[in-house]
């Protein structure tokens, strides 16, 4: 007599053990896609030789790059002009999107559902190009910092992201300190956002991220080249075959490959360092509004 129940088992039992290997196998293949480009970069970053290939130990160590891009003008101060508008404008976007996710979960604001669904709008149909560029000319903000900064501050879908996470904060704890004689400015302070670290950090951090990495508008309405940021030297070393290819420095030569993969990797250490930090409030603010109960 065959035990059919058992047999169906043991076929369920293997089924899932190869389906377990195969799964691992994919991730480690993916993951090493990912982590030997990196290792590639570190490597070349702190190697004079600067061989082609996957080199991932360098042959002829050296410091020289990264000396370089601290203490040389044309790569320090971009790298100061990314800290300054990551810093201020994460700033100026979590105070723009925490005031308006607080002002559109106020049940009794005149025209609130009006105002939610405009916001939504803009999120979908934007103004385009032409008008944008025009509108900071005329704000007369064009070789400005700020043309850069104000222009991010403004996300909708982070705003909309707070509002859904403000909107599971009890009610009962507004309530109370309204019947206390609070104003809505203290419940904001005093206990919205005390109560918002995780959706505070996980907007911050994706706020910290579009300054550092942006750009695109330093192109468009920056025309000064010493107000360029940490990215667009990038980008020029990225695409840059011309002879910043040996640069000397105290009487050596630093290979072009070896300054070009240290800025990279000096580029990517601000978030290295941040994001595990952030990391236990940034799971629990991306799921900010999945669940209803």
């Not at 222009?151 to 507004?174: A, C, D, G, H, R």
């Not at 070009?260 to 930090?277: K, L």
Request: aromatic letters at 14%; hydrophobic letters at 50%.
């Amino acid at each position: 007599m065959i035990d059919r129940g058992g047999l169906s088992f043991k076929k369920g039992y293997v089924g899932r053990s190869i389906f377990k290997i195969c799964n691992t196998i994919f991730l480690i293949l993916v993951m090493a896609m990912m982590i030997v480009p990196i290792l590639k970069i570190v490597s070349d970053s702190f190697d004079a030789t600067t061989q082609y290939g996957i080199n991932l130990i360098p042959v002829k160590f050296t410091l020289q790059a990264y000396h370089m891009i601290f203490t040389n003008q044309e790569l320090y101060t971009p790298f100061l002009i990314s800290v300054y508008t990551t810093v201020v404008g994460t700033a100026i976007g979590l105070l723009l999107t925490t005031l308006g996710a607080y002002v559109l979960i106020q049940k009794d604001l005149p025209g609130r559902k009006f105002f939610s669904w405009m916001i939504f709008f803009t999120m979908i149909f934007s103004g385009g190009l032409i008008p944008t560029f025009l509108l900071i000319r005329n704000l007369h903000l064009i070789n400005s910092l700020w043309s850069v900064i104000l222009p991010l501050s403004i996300n909708v879908y982070n705003t909309v992201l707070m509002k859904s996470f403000f909107e599971q904060l009890p009610q009962s704890l507004m309530e109370a300190a309204e019947v206390d004689g609070c104003t809505p400015m203290r419940i904001f302070v005093s206990i919205v956002l005390p109560l918002s670290k995780p959706a505070l950090a996980s907007i911050g951090l994706f706020f910290a991220v579009e300054y550092w990495n942006h750009f695109f508008n330093f192109i468009m309405y920056i025309n000064d080249p010493n107000k360029y940021n940490f990215q667009i030297k990038i980008r020029e070393l990225v695409l840059s075959s011309t002879e910043l290819s040996n640069a000397r420095m105290e009487g050596s030569y630093v290979a072009f490959k070896t300054v070009q993969s240290a800025v990279i990797i000096t580029a990517m250490i601000p978030f290295m360092i941040i994001y595990p930090f952030c990391q236990r409030y940034f799971v629990q603010g991306v799921t900010v509004g999945a669940v209803k109960e």
